[in-house]
């Protein structure tokens, strides 16, 4: 079955300290890797979507980065603002029908 | 450009009834897809509606159904509610059906079930 691991499942970071959160799929010949953040009692907002390993999107403080089997999204001197769920997401190989499957999601608070 | 809309925005209901979740798609989106997301947890996909039929369907029993009306916007209906109900519905238009593409949430539903 197809998995999605995020890790780690909480991390607080003070206001300028970089980091990364970890997503690891075992989907072999994915057909996409996407990034959500979603803030409390909202539905999650798009963030990029990697589609090939190697590949590597930027967004004001956030890179995502994708090899074989894990992607990275890289936050670089975060603010109060950043806080926030974030969410992976695989397109499994199948039909065009399958839909996406989530991770559980990284929760991220950043302290001024 | 109109965005998913949801409602109601929250709903409380005892074990047993029915509720139904209403979504307005995004404009020029014709696929619907639901997720049900538990505290905690990733969403998880219901189904999947392309032009008014069902063309998917995650692990849930057949209570959990759903309709998509010519305009594209759709239900979801629960029958039967149990406590495991409870959980925020998020609804999600895209342009098209194919699981690569980017999905459209609205801000959810969240179903407590007493």
């Known amino acids: 079955e197809d998995q999605v691991t995020q890790s780690p499942e909480a991390l607080r970071l003070q206001e300028g300290e970089s980091s990364s959160l970890n997503c690891s799929y075992t989907?072999?010949?994915?057909?996409?890797l996407f990034w959500y953040r979603q803030d409390p009692g909202k539905g999650p907002e798009f963030l990029f979507t990697?589609?090939?390993a190697g590949e590597e999107k930027e967004k004001e403080r956030l890179k995502a980065t994708l090899t074989k089997k894990e992607s990275f999204l890289h936050i670089t001197a975060p603010k109060p603002e950043d806080s926030a769920t974030y969410l992976c997401?695989?397109?499994?190989?199948?039909?065009?029908?399958?839909?996406?499957?989530f991770g559980k999601g990284t929760r991220l608070s950043v302290i001024a | 450009e109109t965005g998913v809309t949801q409602s109601p925005t929250h709903l409380i209901k005892t074990r047993g009834q029915q509720v139904t979740l209403r979504c307005s798609s995004q404009?020029?989106?014709?696929?619907v897809s639901w997720y049900q997301q538990a505290l905690g947890q990733g969403p998880q996909f219901i189904f999947q509606?392309?032009?008014?039929?069902?063309?998917g369907r995650g692990n849930f029993p057949p209570r959990f159904s759903g309709l998509q009306f010519p305009n594209y916007s759709s239900e979801l209906n629960v029958n039967a509610l149990e406590l495991d109900d409870s959980a925020l519905y998020l609804c999600?238009?895209?342009?098209?059906?194919?699981?690569?593409?980017?999905?459209?949430f609205g801000s959810g539903t969240q179903l407590s079930v007493l």
């Open positions: 999600a238009s895209s342009p098209g059906q194919g699981a690569n593409e980017k999905l459209f």
């Open positions: 989907v072999s010949g994915l057909r996409g």
């Open positions: 990697l589609y090939s």
């Open positions: 997401a695989v397109a499994p190989p199948n039909s065009g029908n399958t839909p996406l499957v």
């Open positions: 404009s020029g989106h014709n696929t």
């Open positions: 509606y392309y032009r008014e039929e069902e063309n």
